[in-house]
């Protein structure tokens, strides 16, 4: 009788110039919870990916109850009773959430689509593991809680009994994270066999059974979670040891540096409003957090202010100079630094080296051109300078094609850019999203440095332990509007989390924050 | 290193293309098909400058001098489209520019009697504008730029037809074609001499002018533009990444009517550069046909792989196999072989990146067995 549901042993996958996986073995017992832990760049999606068929190993074999198994593709995997909700879901949006469920495996009598059994089935899987849903409500109108809830019941629906699931918590509350830790417990003391991709350290520790870490594509090893702690994996992941809290002095506000004045922005996606009358500041030497589930108005809000796109109505007002109707070169020029949430989309030319991604904003400045002619003698001697400042790694120095670097080092090369720029007003939107342990340390110390200095900084985030961390004042957004204000060292993450559902408000006023 | 293998890529295409060719050749006539097919069409121009009766006759660099005129206008709008490509825009009206161009140019030294520097900006300006206007609908009304340049492709061409036919100073009814510049007005034709150096008779050919420096030079001008200034780091950022060059605070809609104010205005000067060389014709009747240079400009800036100095080269090249093409012997093989090949050349550019990155793989691995072989010496 085989103790492991799935064997990984020995795999290797090798990528043009890397090695993704090397001699990775991992053993999921059934109906543990076996989490798999690592950086960004570990390994852990290409691993993850060889179990679901997406990639085929080069060396080691995967066993299904003890028996060697080849898993082609996903449909083999589905076959093997291996399911997987990603990261970002495989839902259609326009469709009820019963017919996502059966979608691909619909019961039907001679092409006739048999609704009526499919929607007992899934009840009472609903039923049995506690998953709410409604089968009859759309996609598009549900909450990202349930449409986690509705790819979960896909995979019981279709009999799955090895889960898996990739970096589940990434979109959801606080309130929504623990329910979901509660339902994965609910499915293995059930019998299900759960892999649990995170790089987030609590929530390996509350809920998983064991933990695999992988670093840089190599197996470190396994460990039972009740014989370890936070730090323990933390070092395993990294290779060293993490200070995993931020030390901060308190802040000392100076005056008001940016002041953001009955400001509505339309939304980009409909047609309501995505910012409604939203009233604010932030100081000289203080970090404002903009905390709140994606799309609720932040992304229309730091648009507005950094001019990419126009404001309805409001004022917003920079060092005391009115910016409301100004062009984004001269908020750049007059002391806005803005470090964007997609470094891809907006922070980069991906096909310039680095040098000319330094000068992104400055290339028109005297110190860099003449006449119209672009001196890149005095870019590449900027760039390198830069370079050393900031610890950016790149293969052949300011000439490195930007396309080639880590996501680390392109967001270090973003932030050396507009740090280097002695801005007024710093604003950061999700400054370590998709970044590793390392390099989410330094940034932060970046952007502590920076406050310290006398910066104001606006910080846009959705991660709460990045809020608690770096943040003086938070700000909570729902639904275009501000609904909460606290200082960080007062607050905790529930309340917070239950301001971002709206499940509580407080009514903001302009007076309030000043 | 990368330039290189991109270069490699693209003579591999050009050789793939002639193989085919070659085969072509072979089916149609296997007897004749490499002495009177695939010689002289590879050959072109080169096999008659060291032919001995040619050079008794005087006449051996006639070819070579029939492949540089040809070759002008083809350059022109080589660069006219490469250049909206590095703003990320397809301009596929350097057809209708070029006609506009063209009427540009036969209007000031058919009607006006202008000299040749005139009619050659006119031709310049009018190419300008129809560049401008389907840079204008991008840049305001978000109209891609493909299909506002088609629709403009034939608005101007039966626009300038119309005036063309109705106007008796510009039309040769006799002839059913327009007049011919060097006939009517001489002035207007474009210098044969530079520095004492007569290339028109030098080359024994009417049409091979200064022209072809005119080309080379604006060629190294734009890759200056490109590569050296600011307005050209405001374009790349924006062909690269429209988003990334918004937030950097570059004013997009200015650069894309700006790319093809200067697009279309290569186009027109090539036209210009053709039409005012002498011996053509415009043929204003022969209204279904848009002018082959204004979409050779396609094949010659993707063959140059988007580079200014590439264009040179690969306009001369595309110039020289359909000059061969001609020299074929004609009974056998017809001379829209040339096309065919210049056709199969720009699929297989399409598929250059693939080839690219194969290649590349292939020098890595190749350079690995190196460095571990020298490690083991070691």
Known sequence: MADYVIEMLGISKYFPGIKANDNITLQLKRGEIHALLGENGAGKSTLMSILFGLYQPDEGVIKKDGKVVKINNPNDANDLRIGMVHQHFKLVECYSVLDNIILGVEPNVAGILQKQEARSKIMELSEKYGLQIDPDAIVENITVGMQQRVEILKMLYRDNDVLIFDEPTAVLTPQEITELMSIMKKLATEGKSILFISHKLAEIMTVADRCSVLRKGKYIGTVDIKDTTAEGLSTMMVGRKVNLKLEKKEATPGEVILDVNNLTVASNSSKKDAVKNVSFNVKRGEIVCIAGIEGNGQAELIQAITGLSKQKKGKLTLCDKDISHESIRYRSEHGMSHIPEDRHKHGLVLDYNLAQNIVLQRYREPEFSKFGFIKFDAVKKYAEKLIQKFDVRCGQGAETIVRSMSGGNQQKAIIAREIDKNPELLITVQPTRGLDVGAIEYIHKAILEQRDSGKAILLVSLELDEVMNLSDRILVMYEGELVGEFKSSEVDTETLGLYMTGAKRDNITKEATK | ?378
């Not at chain 2, 003579?11 to 085919?20: K, S, T």
């Not at chain 2, 296997?30 to 008659?48: H, Y």
């Not at chain 2, 036969?106 to 190419?127: E, M, Q, S």
């Not at chain 2, 699929?347 to 290649?359: G, N, V, W």
């Open chain 2, 1 to 378: 290193m990368k330039k290189g293998i991109a270069i490699i890529s693209s003579i591999v295409c050009i050789l793939v293309g002639l193989l085919f060719g070659l085969i072509l050749l072979c089916i149609i006539d296997p007897a004749d098909s490499i002495s009177l097919g695939f010689s002289p069409l590879i050959l072109s121009g080169l096999s008659t400058a060291f032919d001995p009766n040619w050079i008794a006759a005087g006449t051996n660099l006639m070819k070579l001098g029939q492949e540089i005129a040809n070759a002008m206008p083809i350059i022109m709008t080589g660069l006219s489209v490469a250049f909206a490509f590095k703003m990320g825009l397809f301009n596929i009206g350097a057809a209708g520019q070029y006609t506009l161009g063209a009427f540009g140019a036969l209007y000031c030294a058919l009607v006006l009697k202008c000299p040749w520097y005139v009619c050659l900006l006119a031709a310049t300006l009018l190419g300008a504008i129809w560049g401008m206007l389907p840079g204008l609908l991008k840049a305001y009304l978000n109209i891609n730029e493909v299909i506002s340049c088609i629709m403009l492709n034939w608005i101007g061409l039966y626009g300038v037809n119309t005036i063309m036919c109705s106007n008796d100073k510009m039309f040769n009814s006799s002839q059913a074609k327009a007049y011919q510049v060097g006939v009517v007005n001489k002035s207007a034709l474009i210098p044969d001499s530079i520095f004492g150096w007569n290339i028109s008779e030098t080359f024994n050919y009417a049409a091979t002018n200064t022209g072809i420096i005119f080309a080379v030079v604006i060629a190294i001008i734009i890759l200056i533009v490109l590569n050296k200034t600011t307005f050209g780091y405001e374009l790349k950022a924006c062909g690269y990444n429209k988003d990334a060059a918004k937030y950097a605070g570059i004013n997009d809609k200015r650069n894309i009517i700006l790319a093809m104010v200067i697009s279309g205005a290569l186009a027109g000067f090539g036209a210009g550069l053709f039409y005012l060389s002498g011996t053509v014709q415009w043929n204003p009747l022969d209204s279904t046909a848009l002018p082959a240079a204004g979409f050779d400009g396609i094949t010659v800036a993707l063959l140059g792989l988007v580079n200014p100095i590439g264009c040179i080269f690969s306009g001369l090249f595309i110039s020289h196999i359909s000059v061969g093409g001609t020299m074929m012997q004609q009974s056998i093989f017809p001379s829209e072989i040339s096309q065919l090949i210049t056709g199969l050349i720009v699929y297989l550019c399409a598929f250059s990146p693939i080839m690219q990155e194969k290649l590349t793989k292939l020098f890595e691995a190749h350079k690995k067995i190196k460095h571990d072989v020298n490690k083991e010496e070691k």
